[in-house]
C-alpha cells in the first residue's frame, strides 16, 4: 500500500487492464466514458462491475482539449495519441488547474535535446593511407612555420606532406647517394626537419623483440612464484568458514522483484501529489512530464523521467529535433523515422535505434505512381513538401447558408427539400482539407477490384 493517497488520479485504459489497485493509490478516481468503452476484455469488464471503489466520470473543456493538442504536437508525440488519450490529458490537465493552479506547469516543452550536424560523417574513415586530413589548427601552425623557412615563397600543398623529387640533371646514381644520407640523417634526428604523412597519423611500430627476451630471462626463476602463491591462497580459501549472502547471493527473487524494480526505475513515492494521471502509454507520459504534470505508474509511484524523441532520415542519415516535419528538411524525401535518444553526462546525444526491420517498411513503393489528375478536386500523391493541392471545395448548393424566413424554405426533413447530392464534391464526400503525406484514399475500406481480367 503507497504511504500517502494521491488526491484526484485520472485512470486511463492500461490503469484497468493491468488490474491496477486503485483505491490504494487515490482518492478520488477519475476516467472518461470513452476509456471504459475502449475496453474489450471480458475479466477486464467483469472487473469494472464490481469495483471497490466509486468512479467519476468527467468530460474536459474543449479549450484545454485545443491547450493539449498544440502541445503534443510540439513535443512530437501527436501522430501516437488517440482521441481518447488526448482527452485523457486534458482532463489531468483540468484537474490541475482546479486544485493547484499552473504556476509550476510549462507553455512550451524543454529543449533537452541538442542536434549537432558535423560536415564530415561521423563513421566516416580517418587516418587513411596515403591521405592527409589535416584540421584547421594543424594547417594554421604549418603556415607559420612555412612563412619561417627560407623556401616559404614557393610553398604549395603537394610539397607540405611529400618530400620533393631530386632532380636528375647530373647522373643518377650521384643524386642516390645524397638522398640515403639524408634519409639516415632524417631518421636519427630527434626533431625532424621534414613532415612525413605516415608518421602524422600513426606512430612507428616499435621493435620489443628483444626487449621482450630480456624480460622473459629475466622472469624465468620467478615463474613458479604466482603458482606457488596462488596455491597458498585457495588453502587458505578452503580453510576458511563459507559465508552466506542474506539477500540470496544477488539473484533475482520473487521475493526482491518488487525492490528490484523500485531501485532500478525513475521514479519515487508520491509524496505532496494533488493530481496524477495512471498510464501505460510512453506518448502521454512524455507529455504529462514535458508539461510539468505528475505521471503514475501502476504501482503508485510517480515516474520522473521518459524517454525523448527525434526524427532521422534514413535516405541522408540527418536528424531534426522538429517533430511536426513529415519530409526531410535536408534531402526532402519522406524519409523520416521516429528514433529514441538520450542525452549523456558530457552534453552527446546518443540515438536508440530499433532491431526491428519492418521499421523501414516499402510498403507503397512496389508500383509505380499514378498519373497526374487534374481539375478542382484531383487526387495526388503528397510526394514534396511545397506541393500544391487542389483546395477541395463544396458545392456551392452545399454552402449556401440555411435561412428559415426565405419564402422559399422548405425543411430539411421534407421530401421536396434541395439537397447536394449530384455534385463532384459531394460523390466524393468532402468534408475538410485535411491532408497528409502519401497517397491518400477517401474510404480505405471501400471494395475495390482485386481480380482484374487481362486482355
Not at 495519441?81 to 482527452?87: K, M, V
Amino acid at each position: 500500500m503507497a504511504p500517502t493517497l494521491v488526491e484526484h488520479v485520472v485512470a486511463d485504459a492500461g490503469a484497468f487492464l493491468k488490474r491496477a489497485p486503485l483505491q490504494e493509490i487515490g482518492a478520488n478516481i477519475y476516467t472518461l466514458r470513452d476509456v471504459v468503452d475502449e475496453i474489450r476484455d471480458k475479466e477486464t469488464r467483469r472487473s469494472l462491475a464490481v469495483l471497490p471503489y466509486q468512479l467519476h466520470f468527467r468530460e474536459p473543456h474543449p479549450e484545454h482539449v485545443r491547450h493539449v493538442t498544440e502541445f503534443s504536437k510540439k513535443t512530437g508525440d501527436y501522430p501516437s495519441l488517440s482521441a481518447t488519450d488526448i482527452r485523457v490529458l486534458a482532463l489531468t490537465y483540468q484537474l490541475q488547474l482546479e486544485h493547484e493552479g499552473a504556476e509550476h506547469l510549462r507553455e512550451e516543452p524543454l529543449l533537452q535535446v541538442n542536434i549537432q550536424s558535423t560536415p564530415r560523417h561521423p563513421e566516416t574513415p580517418v587516418n587513411v593511407p596515403g591521405f592527409h586530413f589535416p584540421s584547421k589548427k594543424a594547417t594554421e601552425a604549418s603556415n607559420t612555420q612555412t612563412h619561417d623557412h627560407k623556401d616559404g615563397e614557393r610553398f604549395n600543398s603537394f610539397q607540405f606532406w611529400r618530400e620533393p623529387v631530386a632532380p636528375l640533371d647530373n647522373d643518377l646514381l650521384a643524386s642516390l647517394g645524397p638522398e640515403e644520407e639524408s634519409h639516415d640523417g632524417r631518421s636519427e634526428a630527434a626533431d625532424g626537419e621534414h613532415f612525413n604523412s605516415f608518421q602524422f597519423w600513426r606512430e612507428p611500430t616499435p621493435i620489443i623483440s628483444d626487449e621482450l627476451l630480456a624480460l622473459l630471462d629475466e622472469g624465468g626463476a620467478s615463474r613458479s612464484d604466482p603458482s606457488a602463491e596462488d596455491q597458498s591462497d585457495d588453502e587458505d580459501k578452503e580453510n576458511e568458514p563459507e559465508e552466506e549472502e542474506p539477500d540470496g547471493g544477488g539473484w533475482i527473487t520473487p521475493s526482491n522483484i518488487r525492490q528490484v524494480k523500485m531501485e532500478s526505475a525513475d521514479w519515487t513515492a508520491p509524496a505532496d501529489v494533488t493530481v496524477g494521471c495512471l498510464t501505460t502509454d510512453f506518448a502521454m507520459q512524455n507529455v504529462l512530464i514535458q508539461m510539468g504534470l505528475h505521471v503514475l505508474s501502476v504501482g503508485g509511484m510517480v515516474i520522473r523521467q521518459a524517454r525523448n524523441y527525434i526524427l532521422r532520415c534514413h535516405a541522408c542519415f540527418r536528424t531534426t529535433s522538429s517533430m511536426a516535419k513529415v519530409f526531410c528538411p535536408h534531402c526532402g524525401n519522406r524519409t523520416l523515422k521516429k528514433v529514441a535518444v538520450t542525452l549523456n553526462d558530457d552534453g552527446t546525444t546518443k540515438m536508440h535505434f530499433s532491431r526491428n526491420p519492418k521499421v523501414l517498411n516499402s510498403r507503397g513503393l512496389r508500383h509505380s505512381l499514378p498519373l497526374p489528375q487534374g481539375g478542382k478536386h484531383g487526387d495526388n500523391p503528397h510526394l514534396v513538401e511545397d506541393q500544391r493541392f487542389p483546395q477541395q471545395r463544396l458545392s456551392r448548393k452545399a454552402r449556401q447558408k440555411t435561412d428559415v424566413f426565405d419564402p422559399d424554405y422548405v425543411a430539411g426533413s421534407s421530401p421536396f427539400s434541395q439537397n447536394d447530392v449530384y455534385s463532384r464534391a459531394a460523390n466524393l464526400q468532402i468534408r475538410d482539407g485535411q491532408c497528409g503525406g502519401g497517397r491518400r484514399r477517401a474510404n480505405p475500406n471501400a471494395a475495390r477490384k482485386k481480380f482484374v481480367k487481362k486482355k
